[in-house]
Each structure stands twice: as C-alpha cells, then as structure tokens.
C-alpha cells in the first residue's frame, strides 16, 4: 500500500515544463543542464523526460526518447533480418537521474503501465548502476529481460596535455603508435589536413565525405551501420550544430577523404565518439589510428572536453586510446505480449544457433580464417 513516501512520476517536455522542473529539480541540477543542451538537438526543440518527486523534492530525472528497436537474426557477423518493435530509449544520461534501486524498479513499473505496446532500451547502463540491476528484475514488473551481453565501455579522461598522456602509454604502446605514424607519413608525406566540422554550414560536406568512406567499410555491409547526407539527416546534424553540440572530422588527403569521426560534444563535458571509419583501399597506411592520434591532439589543444568516451566494445583502436574502462550494457526489456514474445523467442534462438557455431568453428581451429574470408567477400 502506497504511502506519503511513494514516487510521483510524471511525464513532462523540456523546455516547455522548465519551470515546472526548476522548482523540486535543484539537486539534479547538473542532470538537468545537461538535457537542456540535449533538447536543442531535437526536431522541435523539445525533450521528453520522467520527473519522479517524493515530497515535493525531485530524486528521478530520466530523459526518454522514442526508437524503433531491432532484434536481428544473424548468420555470423552478418545481419540477415532485423524484426522491428516500437519502443522507448533511456539514453546513458538516463543513469545519472536514477539514484536508487527501489527509485529505478518503480519507473520501470510506471512505464510498463504507460506504455505497454512498447519496448524499452537502456542504452549504455553501468552494469552496478540502480537502474541496470532494476533491469535484472524487470519481469516483476511485466518485462522479459534480452540483449543483456556486458561489455567494456573505454574512456579517455583528458589530462594536462596529449604528451604526458603518451608518455603513460606502455612501451609496446608508444611503439605502436610511433609506428602507424611512420607509416602513415611515408604514404602520404605532408600532404594530409584534419579538418573540423562544427557550424550548420559545414554539415552538408562532412556527411557527404563520410559517406563515400562509411559505404566502403565492412560495419556498413556487415551491420547497416550508415552514414547518410540525405536531408532529415542533413537538418538533425545541423540542429546539433546550432546547439553547439556536433563536432566531426575527417582526415583528408588532397581532396580524398581518408577516415571520418562522428562527434557530438555535450554540455556537461562528454565528447561522444559517436562513429568512425577509414577508407580500407589505404589500409595499409593505417589512417585510422592516425586520424584518432591527430583527433586527440585537436581535443588537448581546443575546446578540450572533460571526457571522451568511446562506447561499448573494447577495439584496438578504443584500447590504444583509453585510459579508463567500465562494464556497461545495453538491455531491451520486452512487454510481455504475444507478438514481442514471438520477436524475443526467434532473436535468442538465432544468437543461440550462432553461439553454437562459433563453438564448433572454433575447435575446428577454423573460425577466424572463415571470418576473413566472410569479411573479404563482401
């Protein structure tokens, strides 16, 4: 039986409900100031959160954003078919807003009851957060629970300068980049520029050149992931640029572009090393890593941000970057409802049916010289 301690939840759009908020949201303050910066970016310049209040004093400040979520059947690597669901998205901001278990379990109940024809993603949670260990439990509250596979989150914690952060380096690090440099300047000399991109007019050609790298790279054909300069895309990037939040480059030599990095740098410091690719016809000259080396100075040298952080995985590149690392996953709790129990139950068998040929491969001793071979023919 709800008492006078109960969790009042309300769903309210910020700007808009800014006053509304101010009034019990002081000591999520900087939570709040970070949405804001995040709303700038929308459409129409509005975010939807989840304000939760327990006598008259805000304890909860969740923004939710609405997303199409994918389950995908795999062969491999390679995505043969994505089922599509309705849903929501607590994106990583989210975590910052929850500070309790008992806080987090009952959002994820007044959502279930608010939303019930849609799933709910938990974009990026720390595995010892309140509102990923809700998560575990969410099928008191209505869920199944899938897509849980903890991995390492890298960051890079900006220090005094980038030499003193390569000097922290390991020596089998510090030669490793040594080299890509090397590499990389006698293919190319000095006839290279890293040009940054961050007012609205600037949108249209950098997506433009990461496109032609972004549908030569093995994660487009493999994984759809894709870099587009179609015109929604155009307008979302150019109102992240009018917010003072997009921040990209690309790696150029003459006018061929080489590698791209897709970022967005938010209010409260973070720059969110959102996409990447290289050219792979120049593979050889290792433009990634030194794109990423020239990114990096860049940082140090302006407009530094706190922190840099490198998303979910645990690539080469992210390792040989980072110096600071957390466990973090990406949960999507389903309704339990006829047509998501149907989507859940054909996903987990895929990733079982794939799990059980990885295994098989891999005590054949052929498993990486047929991801090789799959890589090279597509």
Not at 267 to 283: L, N
Request: net charge positive; proline share 5%; charged share 25%.
């Amino acid at each position: 039986m709800p008492g006078k301690l109960a969790l009042l939840v309300e769903r309210l759009q910020l700007p808009r409900d800014l006053p509304r908020v101010e009034a019990f949201a002081t000591p999520l303050a900087p939570v709040l100031q970070s949405l804001l910066g995040e709303a700038a970016c929308t459409e129409d310049g509005q975010l939807s959160v989840f304000v939760g209040s327990r006598a008259g004093r805000a304890v909860l400040l969740v923004p939710c954003l609405e997303q199409t979520v994918e389950l995908p059947l795999r062969l491999g690597e390679k995505n043969i078919w994505a089922q599509r669901r309705p849903g929501m998205r607590l994106p990583p901001a989210a975590q910052e807003g929850v500070c309790s278990m008992p806080d987090a379990m009952d959002l994820l109940a007044r959502l279930r009851v608010a939303a019930p024809g849609r799933a709910l993603v938990l974009t990026d949670v720390a595995v010892d957060s309140p509102l990923y260990l809700a998560a575990l439990q969410a099928r008191q509250v209505g869920y199944v629970l899938t897509k849980n596979q903890a991995d390492t989150h890298l960051f890079h914690c900006f220090g005094s300068s980038y030499e003193e952060f390569f000097q922290q380096r390991s020596s089998k690090q510090r030669n490793q980049l040594r080299k890509k440099e090397k590499v990389f300047a006698e293919r190319f000399g000095a006839a290279f520029e890293l040009r940054e991109y961050r007012e609205p007019q600037q949108v249209r050609q950098f997506l433009s050149a990461a496109k032609v790298i972004n549908r030569k790279t093995y994660q487009y054909r493999m994984f759809g992931e894709r870099i587009d300069d179609d015109a929604e895309s155009i307008a979302s990037a150019c109102r992240a640029a009018a917010a003072g939040c997009f921040r990209s480059f690309v790696l150029w030599h003459g006018e061929q572009p080489l590698c791209f990095v897709l970022g967005h740098q938010r209010s409260d410091g973070t720059f969110e090393h959102r996409c990447t690719g290289f050219d792979p016809d120049y593979r050889d000259a290792a433009p990634g890593i030194y794109c990423n080396i020239l990114l990096l100075q860049r940082l140090y040298a302006s407009d530094r941000p706190r922190i840099l952080d490198f998303g979910g995985g645990d690539a080469d590149y992210k390792r040989l970057f980072s110096n600071e690392s957390r466990m973090t996953a990406s949960p999507v709790l389903l309704p339990r409802q006829w047509h998501f129990l149907i989507a859940y139950a054909l996903y987990e068998g895929s990733a079982a049916l794939n799990e059980a040929a990885v295994r098989l491969l891999s005590r054949l001793g052929v498993k990486d010289w047929l991801k090789r071979r799959m890589r090279d023919a597509l």
